[in-house]
């Protein structure tokens, strides 16, 4: 399954030019880890770098002016950073595989003459078949929606035969991405891979609330952003994974503190309720009278168990509600199930809280802090030497960063 190696921000809210992990232009950088937690204060920047992941995947679901006026979002000159004239830019570097050659994704978002946001650049690229030094051959260059794209697997991987497989591009609509267009068409596998990777992004917007909601019948396969078709996925793992659906839940009730089983009961208009027992009581609760902790872990246990996980999983903070002696444990559950099987997803967490720090290592986990300008500074904490020696000497991470002993670096 394809896995970012690196992110880059530039020029979004407090993000004025942030890096995580490894670029095609910063190679002495260490990759991201499939299991990547950002930490820090309230107000250094973690729910606008979380909004970053999803700002890119909305311009591709949407178009970039309807994902700058998102509500939370509020347009293009709030998202624009202070005083910046600049485009918003981002760079994700990543690969396909772990053998493969990795590919930069550019984009560059702007206002154009009338004021409205559009594509101002966007590029992929990629370096050739045994090439290990230079810079990597773009197989799409837009620019103003206007530029070439090079057809086919094999397309520039020749030195001096660009020119046999390029072909002239104008977009209709600069605020589309290229991508989005030119991702649909057979002639373009690598660009298709790169859509659907974008597209199959998932970023948690759980709700308890929207879980609570009875769903209608109907099946469907994966969980949504909100939570609020549990019912309907439960209803398609009953339907298509009965045995390993049963065996998912023992394990999932296995891992909730107060809950000794979970089941399931159809309704006569065929929808499918999840029961949860908490073995002080002879009749099981409905997940409408659950807490809001339980509902939480059960959603994402559940969408950890999916048959077939989405390749990036984005949770902002997923400790609100959840018993503080449960963070640990579902830490490590994210890392088990990002790094434990072959087409595993890789997860990105956002948290400010140390009992879940506590069960990671250094090189998972980076700090957000906020310069004296006003924009964001991001740090590995493996980069700290004494901290790696902390933290192999038993001290756990969690620990040492709620004793402000990371603030003081």
């Given at each position: 399954?394809?896995?970012?190696?690196?992110?880059?921000?530039?020029?979004?809210?407090?993000?004025?030019d942030?890096?995580?992990?490894?670029?095609?232009?910063?190679?002495?950088?260490?990759?991201?880890?499939?299991?990547?937690?950002?930490?820090?204060?309230?107000?250094?920047?973690?729910?606008?770098?979380?909004?970053?992941?999803?700002?890119?995947?909305d311009?591709?679901?949407?178009d970039?002016?309807?994902?700058?006026?998102?509500?939370q979002?509020?347009?293009?000159?709030?998202?624009?950073?202070?005083?910046?004239?600049?485009?918003?830019r981002f760079?994700?570097?990543?690969?396909?595989?772990?053998?493969?050659r990795?590919?930069?994704?550019?984009?560059?978002?702007?206002?154009?003459?009338s004021?409205?946001?559009?594509?101002?650049?966007?590029?992929?690229?990629?370096?050739?078949?045994?090439?290990?030094?230079?810079?990597?051959?773009?197989?799409?260059r837009?620019?103003?929606?206007?530029?070439?794209?090079?057809?086919?697997?094999?397309?520039?991987e020749?030195e001096?035969e660009?020119?046999?497989?390029?072909?002239?591009?104008?977009?209709?609509?600069?605020?589309?991405?290229?991508?989005a267009?030119?991702g649909?068409?057979?002639?373009?596998p690598?660009?298709?891979?790169?859509?659907?990777?974008l597209?199959?992004?998932?970023?948690s917007?759980?709700?308890?609330?929207?879980?609570?909601?009875?769903p209608?019948?109907?099946?469907?396969r994966?969980l949504?952003?909100?939570?609020?078709n549990?019912?309907?996925?439960?209803?398609?793992?009953?339907?298509?994974?009965?045995?390993?659906?049963?065996a998912?839940l023992?394990?999932?009730?296995?891992?909730i503190?107060g809950?000794?089983?979970?089941?399931?009961?159809?309704?006569?208009?065929?929808?499918?309720?999840?029961?949860?027992?908490?073995?002080?009581?002879?009749?099981?609760?409905?997940?409408?009278?659950?807490?809001?902790?339980?509902l939480?872990?059960?959603?994402?246990?559940?969408l950890?168990?999916?048959?077939?996980?989405?390749?990036f999983?984005?949770?902002?903070?997923?400790?609100?509600g959840?018993?503080?002696?449960?963070?640990?444990?579902?830490?490590?559950?994210?890392?088990?199930?990002?790094t434990?099987?072959?087409?595993?997803?890789?997860?990105?967490?956002?948290?400010?809280?140390?009992?879940?720090?506590?069960?990671?290592?250094?090189?998972?986990?980076?700090?957000?802090e906020?310069g004296?300008?006003?924009?964001?500074?991001?740090?590995?904490?493996?980069?700290?030497?004494d901290?790696?020696?902390?933290?192999?000497?038993?001290?756990?991470?969690?620990?040492?960063?709620?004793?402000?002993?990371?603030?003081?670096?």
């Amino acid at each position: 399954m394809a896995v970012i190696e690196g992110f880059r921000v530039q020029n979004y809210r407090a993000l004025r030019d942030v890096t995580l992990g490894k670029l095609s232009s910063q190679q002495a950088g260490e990759p991201l880890t499939p299991f990547t937690v950002v930490i820090g204060k309230n107000g250094v920047g973690k729910s606008t770098l979380f909004d970053a992941f999803g700002f890119v995947a909305d311009c591709l679901s949407t178009d970039v002016e309807s994902a700058c006026d998102v509500k939370q979002r509020g347009g293009f000159d709030r998202l624009r950073s202070m005083g910046v004239d600049e485009p918003i830019r981002f760079e994700i570097y990543y690969r396909e595989a772990p053998l493969e050659r990795p590919i930069t994704y550019e984009l560059a978002i702007a206002l154009d003459a009338s004021g409205r946001p559009f594509v101002e650049s966007e590029v992929l690229k990629q370096r050739r078949k045994g090439q290990k030094h230079g810079r990597p051959y773009p197989f799409l260059r837009l620019n103003h929606g206007k530029g070439m794209v090079w057809a086919g697997e094999e397309a520039v991987e020749v030195e001096s035969e660009e020119d046999r497989a390029q072909t002239p591009v104008e977009l209709t609509d600069t605020r589309q991405l290229g991508i989005a267009t030119l991702g649909t068409l057979k002639e373009h596998p690598r660009i298709k891979r790169f859509r659907d990777f974008l597209k199959g992004w998932y970023l948690s917007y759980f709700t308890p609330d929207a879980a609570r909601s009875l769903p209608g019948a109907g099946a469907q396969r994966h969980l949504n952003i909100h939570g609020d078709n549990i019912g309907n996925v439960v209803q398609f793992m009953e339907r298509e994974h009965k045995a390993r659906f049963k065996a998912i839940l023992e394990r999932i009730a296995a891992k909730i503190p107060g809950i000794s089983s979970i089941n399931t009961h159809v309704t006569e208009d065929k929808r499918v309720l999840l029961r949860f027992n908490d073995g002080a009581f002879g009749a099981p609760f409905f997940a409408q009278q659950m807490s809001d902790g339980t509902l939480k872990a059960f959603a994402y246990l559940l969408l950890l168990e999916d048959p077939d996980p989405p390749p990036f999983i984005s949770i902002e903070e997923p400790e609100n509600g959840l018993y503080h002696k449960l963070l640990e444990a579902l830490a490590q559950e994210f890392r088990l199930h990002a790094t434990g099987k072959k087409n595993a997803p890789q997860i990105f967490v956002t948290t400010h809280q140390p009992h879940f720090v506590d069960a990671l290592a250094p090189e998972e986990v980076w700090i957000l802090e906020k310069g004296r300008d006003g924009y964001s500074t991001v740090r590995r904490v493996s980069e700290w030497i004494d901290v790696k020696n902390l933290v192999a000497e038993g001290l756990p991470l969690g620990g040492l960063w709620y004793s402000d002993y990371l603030d003081a670096r």
